[in-house]
Each structure stands twice: as structure tokens, then as C-alpha cells.
């Protein structure tokens, strides 16, 4: 008789020490209810612009369902050239600078994995999505957390990046616009962060999915600091901008040493991204600007919504200046987050994520999401307010 | 356009109810700011109207349209606008367009009936002096008028909760 296995056992030792994500813990117990409003949704609540669907039924119905090259169709990378050029000023070579990727996710693990060695240590600013650590736990390397704080309108500071550097120190992810929090960065916030970076000889993984989502100024590329370009690995991508989720489309764009690395890990393991999806992020990148804009400008109105009405209700909440979440404190009606978001779900059907699935620092608050209709937000603070009213 | 302007514009052309406390709300501005701005813009005839836009098959009182397409003949130094003065003073006459292309002016008319409608046509329209050719194409249904989607809605399945 043969001997019995015990699967557990081949499980590699970094999947114990991962916790699942506290998100998904939400979305079990968010899924059997019924008349549920929900904040905790992090995407875009649009469909894909038509225009953009339809490029992609055009290119199904013209037969193109092949693989493309590992780094993407070259038209997309040149238009992302371009893109980046004209926009930011920062300019990147289509041809060995650019990787197209399923998602950020992808591009995020792929580029976590091409520079760590095992032990280096990766600063993670919290409160940061959910996939930093567990991505830098998967690549061997040790997870650092800087947390930032509501009073310096959660901005990660020169001095605390500082302190959190050490010899092992490989790289720092930064997101900003930022989810959860909302917060982004000036032109001048991010200089300071790019002088310890150069001083202390680090990479930077700026993950900046949320760029074209701003409010009242626009977006600094971290890249296109001076100096920054070869320190930087910026990731992007469609899903958020142009209501692309179910894409999974995004890129990463870096010097030609991390980015041949970083496709040597996508070349076997994704190998390319969907032709189909490619063929949507062109005509998005060609096209979609006038739709991008009115879908921010109808957030920007759900942003000022939200925020008065959570204010108003005494769940205290800075204003962000980008993304599409807000950051409510919960400390003043006593409950925790987790409390607070269990209860708010159960007896008021509001689904919302509580701040410290995000990190340490996201502990005391919610993160709510505003990409949903004004009505459904209308009723979601109806209920908040009569749940904090009867606490 | 200014953002702001452009915010207040968008508010009322989503919905004509909305009220200035909303609007000011959600555009972030305050509520004289919001005043100032829509009598700008309801003076200078940006806004020209607040309308509402209605089903009326859903409403079960159908009415008819059609789209009447007009061949005019112009006399010298005499443009089309007496010719359009005339046609959109009648009440059935519900927009008046100049086109490019083999036809000059397109009419979308309504009445009751799809006889009254082309009566109208004979006997109003197509009786008119400048008046050379008409074509009437009586609309079957509409699916979307205004920038409104009558017949169905994107829909959007989302999870509860997403990553």
C-alpha cells in the first residue's frame, strides 16, 4: 500500500506567515446579504466605454487572438511612450522600457520579485493596499512598514522614510493617489522623499494606478523627477482611469535592466496579456480621454458628497485630493474599525472595509468607496447616520 | 468654461430638480456661488430651458413622430430663416435642423394619429411655397432621446466588496 499524503505539509513556509486579505473576509460575509449598499467596492462603477468595448469586438471579429510579443504589442508601448512623454515630460523607450502586464497586480509581483534578493528588506508605506506585503513575503524579502498619519494628511515624510532605512534596505513602494486613504502627493513632497532615496541609494515601486483620478491639481509622476527616472519602477494601469477592471490591464515602465528582468519573470509565468485587452488599452489611450474626464468630474461631485455628509454625521474625515475613497475616523463613537464596519453591515446592510485590513496605521478608521451612484451614497449616509445615532 | 461652471452645468443636465443646496454640495462651492452662476448662465442663455424627459409609450399616452425631411427652394438674398420661422412656430413641429446633403431641413413632428401627421404635412408643410419635396418617415420607436437610454441600461454586475 502506498504511502498517504499530507498536502499540507508541501505548502511552502511563507504561505502560513501571509494572512488572507481582510478584504476577502468582507466580501464572505457581505455576499449572503440581501438590499446591501456597498462602499467596499475599489473599482470604477461605470461600464467600459463603448468606443473601447467595441475596439475590442472589432478585433475579435477581424480574427486577432494570438499571443503578442512578451513586452506587449509595440503600438501600445510606442502610444504609452507618448503618452507619458506628453503628459509628463518623462520619456521611455518603447522598446526596452515598457512592459505590458495583466493587471498591476502582476506588474507590482513581477517587479517586487526581479529586485529582491532573499532578506533584503522593501519599505511599505501603510495604509497601503493589501498586496505590498504579502507580495514582498512571496519574493523572499522582508516587509518594512512606514506608517503614515492623519495629520500629516497621511503623506509619507522625508524623516520617517528616513528612519526606516537600513543597510538591507532594497526599495520603498509608495501609492499615491492612495488607496485607502485618498491622499496624494505634491511636486514637493515628493522631491524630499527623492533626496533620501538618491542619499540612502534605493529603488522606488511607484505604483500610480490612480493618476488621472485627482482633484484640484494634478498628478506628479515620481519618474519624472530629476534624477528619478533610473531609480523609479512606475507602475499603471487601465482599470481605474478608463473603467477597465475585468482587463486586467496595466504596465511598468523602468530602466532596460530592471524591465528585461522583469520580463524574464512575466515572459514565464504570464507571457504576454490578453491581444484582446491590448487592442482596448490602444483605443483608450487614443480615445478615452473625454470619457476619462467626465467620469472624474462625476466622482469629484460623489467625493464632495460623501465627505460632507460623514463629516457631518461626526465621523471626521479629511478631504482626499485623489483616487475614490475616503478615510472616515471612527474613534469617536468608540467602536473599532472592525466593530464598526461588522455592525454597520449586519444592522444597516452598508458595506464597508475597516481601515486596518490596510496596516496598522488605517486602525481607528473605514475605508469607503465613492465610485457608486449619488443616490446609493445618499442612502448609504442615511444609514450611517441612523447607525451612529443609535450607538 | 471654468470647472466649476462646468460642474453646475452637469449637476442639471443629470437632473433639472436638483436643487441649488445639492448642487452645492456636490460641486463643492457654496450656495451663493451656485446662484450666482446658474443666473449667469440662465442669462446669457446657456441655459435655455429645464426639462423633463418622458416615456410617454410607458406613460400610455402614445404619441406619434415622424421625421419629415424638406427639399426648399431659395430665393435670391433670402436665406432659409423666414422658411424656418414659419415652420417652427407650429406647434405639432417639435425641432427644426438645416442639414447638409440631398434634403435641406429635417422636421421631427408629433400629433395623436399617424393620420393627423400626415395631414399636417399635406396640408401645412408641404403646401409652404419654398417648399419642393417632402419625405416622411413615421419613427417606429425610440430607444434613447435626449442622451436619455429609453429601452435599457448598461448594467454593471459588481461584487459586494472587491480587492
Known amino acids: 500500500m502506498r504511502k498517504a499524503c499530507t498536502p499540507s505539509k508541501f505548502v511552502a513556509d511563507v504561505m502560513n506567515k501571509v494572512p488572507p486579505s481582510g478584504i476577502r473576509r468582507y466580501f464572505d460575509l457581505a455576499s449572503g446579504l440581501e438590499d446591501v449598499i456597498s462602499l467596499g467596492v475599489g473599482e470604477p462603477d461605470y461600464v467600459t466605454p463603448w468606443h473601447i468595448r467595441e475596439a475590442c469586438i472589432h478585433s475579435l471579429e477581424c480574427g486577432e487572438t494570438s499571443y503578442t510579443s512578451n513586452y506587449g504589442l509595440i503600438e501600445l508601448r510606442e502610444e504609452l511612450a507618448d503618452y507619458y512623454a506628453a503628459k509628463y515630460g518623462v520619456n521611455y523607450n518603447p522598446n526596452t522600457e515598457i512592459l505590458v502586464t495583466s493587471g498591476v497586480s502582476e506588474a507590482l509581483d513581477v517587479a517586487i520579485r526581479a529586485i529582491t534578493n532573499p532578506g533584503d528588506e522593501i519599505i511599505v508605506v501603510q495604509p497601503s493596499y ?14 518594512v512598514i512606514v506608517s503614515t498619519k492623519l495629520e500629516n494628511n497621511f503623506k509619507l515624510t522625508a524623516e520617517e522614510l528616513e528612519a526606516a532605512i537600513t543597510p538591507k534596505t532594497k526599495a520603498v513602494i509608495i501609492n499615491y493617489p492612495n488607496n485607502p486613504t485618498g491622499a496624494t502627493m505634491g511636486k514637493a513632497d515628493l522631491e524630499a522623499i527623492a533626496d533620501v532615496v538618491c542619499e540612502h541609494d534605493i529603488m522606488v515601486i511607484s505604483d500610480e494606478v490612480y493618476d488621472c483620478l485627482t482633484y484640484n491639481g494634478g498628478h506628479t509622476c515620481f519618474s519624472s523627477l530629476e534624477g ?16 477597465m477592471t475585468g482587463f486586467r490591464m496595466a504596465y511598468a515602465m523602468a530602466s532596460p535592466k530592471i524591465i528585461s528582468a522583469m520580463m524574464l519573470i512575466h515572459q514565464y509565468s504570464m507571457l504576454c496579456a490578453p ?12 480615445n478615452g480621454h473625454h470619457e476619462m474626464e467626465k467620469m472624474v468630474r462625476d466622482y469629484d461631485r460623489r467625493r464632495h458628497l460623501i465627505v460632507s455628509g460623514l463629516n457631518r454625521i461626526g465621523l471626521k474625515c479629511f478631504e482626499p485630493k485623489g483616487a475614490f475613497y475616503v478615510f472616515p475616523s471612527v474613534e469617536s463613537t468608540g467602536l473599532s474599525s472592525e466593530e464598526f464596519a461588522e455592525r454597520l453591515m449586519n444592522e444597516k446592510r452598508v458595506v464597508t472595509i475597516p481601515g486596518n485590513v490596510f496596516g496598522e496605521a488605517g486602525t481607528g478608521f473605514l475605508r469607503c468607496s465613492y465610485a457608486t451612484s449619488k443616490d446609493e451614497i445618499e442612502k448609504a449616509l442615511e444609514r450611517i447616520e441612523a447607525f451612529v445615532n443609535g450607538l | ?10 449637476c442639471l443636465e443629470e437632473d ?11 460641486a463643492g462651492l457654496t450656495i451663493d456661488e451656485v446662484d450666482n452662476i446658474v443666473k449667469e448662465l440662465e442669462e446669457s442663455g446657456v441655459i435655455r430651458k429645464y426639462k423633463t424627459v418622458i416615456d410617454w409609450d410607458l406613460a ?6 415622424a421625421i419629415i425631411e424638406l427639399e426648399v427652394s431659395l430665393e435670391r438674398s433670402i436665406g432659409y430663416l423666414p422658411l424656418v420661422e414659419r415652420l417652427y412656430r407650429f406647434p405639432e413641429v417639435r425641432s427644426v435642423r438645416l442639414l447638409s446633403g440631398q434634403y435641406d431641413l429635417s422636421l421631427t413632428v408629433s400629433g395623436k394619429t399617424m393620420k393627423e401627421v400626415a395631414f399636417f404635412v399635406a396640408e401645412k408643410i408641404s403646401t409652404l411655397e419654398q417648399v419642393q419635396h417632402t419625405t416622411t418617415h413615421f419613427v417606429l420607436k ?18 459586494p466588496v472587491t480587492p
Open chain 1, 130 to 143: 493589501v498586496a505590498y506585503v504579502p507580495s514582498v513575503m512571496f519574493a523572499g524579502g522582508v516587509p
Open chain 1, 228 to 243: 528619478m527616472r533610473e531609480r523609479t519602477i512606475l507602475l499603471n494601469g487601465f482599470s481605474k482611469a478608463y473603467a
Open chain 1, 275 to 286: 491581444i484582446t485587452a491590448q487592442i482596448g488599452a490602444i483605443e483608450a489611450l487614443k
Open chain 2, 1 to 10: 468654461m471654468d470647472n466649476k461652471t462646468r460642474h453646475v452645468l452637469e
Open chain 2, 16 to 26: 433639472a430638480k436638483i436643487s441649488h443646496e445639492e448642487i452645492a454640495t456636490l
Open chain 2, 60 to 65: 400610455g399616452d402614445e404619441n406619434v413622430y
Open chain 2, 142 to 159: 425610440t430607444y434613447k432621446e435626449d442622451g436619455v437610454i429609453l429601452h435599457e441600461q448598461d448594467h454593471v454586475s459588481r461584487l
